[in-house]
């Protein structure tokens, strides 16, 4: 079925790891790692990214697929917060990754029962969006709502307020991020955890790193620790008498079918601090989020059946009982926040990133948001400057590299409009390379599940050019199949099959 594509082979990244001194390590594959390699590398360093299970296998492919500004943060005074992230989901909509950040009208419903008046809410929307700078910020009535989310719940409702954010396929959203630090020179493996930290002089001077049973020596003038929740782990590789310096909160989410279309997501207020959603998202409805403190390993991260009940009571405020009920779940996943740590609920801690050197010098990354990866990727960088000789660093954002050319790709005619459509937005102008292998075999181009788009090129191209390994790497993270519920026993043994027929690459761990 041919080669994986050049510089991104996982068998030549892991050879090339041991083979080399990097100006950068990075420790952690999920979004923040993905985008401090990816700017690093475009910023001519020497950089390797390892990653422990799969890019984006955690936190980053668990989230509320949400790009906002964060309406809530305004009523926890963190307007600084909101401004940034509205500037980057501008960038991101408008320059870095257009087909897969939509922008999305939000209806937040007011109801009698409700913690806040429809004056105090419009004065907060209406500072949402002077952030967002966008003229969508009025209040509308309960017949406009019912018509852009039709099973809208209208009893008790005086009226809603509208505001705009934006939708993201997060798993996607940080796989583009690894192909772009792979491009521009970059090292990158998954599978490859770091179990010991080398120093030299006492300095922090590389990995030990293991990965397809084998220990690889990885050597690096810097180390960055961007391990999400498990960053903590790894400042203890260095000194097991570190302390705790995050915390952690888990938040669940399911999926339920999207009988009709809506016009808009929903955003239903829980308490005077709490929100949940009620986000369309390809073809389902994206119910939660929950969040709890979480003091286990985080491998135990799962959902449970009270999650479940949490999140369906609480959307059943704006929804009603038919479209909620408990045997409509179609798939649930659940994720960490890293916090910063301190007192109080998880709820209100700050969403903010918090930086810190180890007594190794290695840069630890924790915490912030989804929204802003690009701008702490950016951070980070500026703050080992000096220690890599980096004497000017870009900030202009860039497009990614399927948002590269994304309005003149060609694909052939006789493709099903559906699965057209779903391959743009998924793969932007990489998707014409994806049916490439489709004109020698074009059994490719059957459906993995004849409910959903996704098709067998997607699993190959997953293993040929997107680090997948195994089954769940490709139907929980770079195809839709698992959120659509599509995952059976047949569609694992087809994939798998599929996988086994690809040479080398990627996809052995």
């Known amino acids: ?296 390993d985080p491998r135990d991260v799962g959902v449970t059946e009270e999650d479940v009940a949490q999140i369906l009571g609480e959307a059943s405020v704006g929804l009603p009982a038919e479209v909620v009920a408990p045997d409509r779940v179609k798939a649930a996943y659940a994720g960490l926040r890293v916090l910063p740590a301190g007192e109080g609920e998880s709820v209100s801690a700050r969403r903010e990133t918090v930086f810190s050197r180890s007594p190794g010098g290695m840069l630890n990354v924790a915490g912030g948001k989804l929204t802003t990866y690009r701008r702490i990727a950016l951070q980070a960088l500026q703050r080992v400057r000096s220690d890599l000789g980096l004497h000017r660093l870009e900030t202009r954002p860039w497009p990614l590299p399927s948002a590269v050319g994304v309005g003149g790709v060609s694909l052939p005619a006789e493709l099903d409009p559906e699965v057209r459509s779903h391959l743009l937005e998924m793969y932007g102008s990489h998707a014409a390379q994806l049916l490439e292998p489709a004109a020698e075999d074009p059994s490719l181009l059957e459906r993995i599940h004849p409910d959903g788009p996704d098709i067998l090129a997607q699993a190959r191209y997953a293993a040929t050019h997107e680090w997948a390994r195994s089954a769940d790497d490709v139907l929980r993270r770079r195809t839709t199949c698992f959120c659509r519920g599509l995952e059976d026993e047949r569609v694992r043994a087809l994939v798998e099959g599929l996988l086994s027929t690809v040479a080398d690459p990627v996809r052995r761990s």
């Open 1 to 296: 079925m041919g080669e994986p594509a050049p510089g991104l082979s996982r068998n030549d990244a892991l050879e090339r790891l041991g083979a080399r001194r990097f100006d950068l390590l990075v420790v952690g594959g999920g979004i923040i790692g993905a985008g401090i390699a990816a700017h690093a590398a475009r910023a001519g360093l020497a950089v390797a990214l390892v990653e422990a299970g799969d890019f984006g296998g955690a936190t980053s492919s668990a989230s509320s697929k949400l790009i906002h500004g964060g309406l809530r943060y305004l009523r926890l005074g963190d307007v600084r917060l909101v401004r940034e992230a509205h500037q980057e989901r501008r960038i991101l909509t408008k320059v870095v990754a257009p087909h897969l950040v939509h922008r999305t009208p939000f209806l937040l419903p007011l109801y009698r029962d409700g913690p806040f008046r429809p004056a105090f809410v419009q004065s907060g929307i209406v500072l949402y969006s002077l952030l967002a700078r966008s003229r969508i910020n009025w209040l509308v009535e309960p017949t406009e709502a019912a018509r852009m989310v039709p099973p809208l719940r209208l009893e008790g409702l005086r009226s809603c307020a509208l505001y705009a954010d934006a939708t993201t396929n997060d798993a996607r959203l940080c796989l583009e991020n690894v192909r772009a630090a792979a491009e521009a020179g970059a090292c990158v493996s998954n599978g490859a955890e770091v179990i010991a930290l080398r120093t030299t002089g006492g300095r922090v001077s590389g990995a030990q790193v293991r990965a397809d049973g084998a220990e690889i020596a990885v050597e690096a003038r810097v180390v960055v620790n961007a391990a999400g929740p498990w960053v903590d782990h790894v400042r203890r590789l260095e000194d097991p008498r570190l302390g705790t310096s995050v915390r952690l909160s888990k938040g669940a989410h399911v999926l339920v079918p999207l009988d009709e279309a809506w016009g808009a997501a929903v955003t239903l207020v829980q308490d005077d601090v709490r929100v949940t959603f009620a986000v369309p998202w390809y073809d389902m409805l994206l119910l939660g989020t929950t969040d709890v403190e979480h003091d286990g």
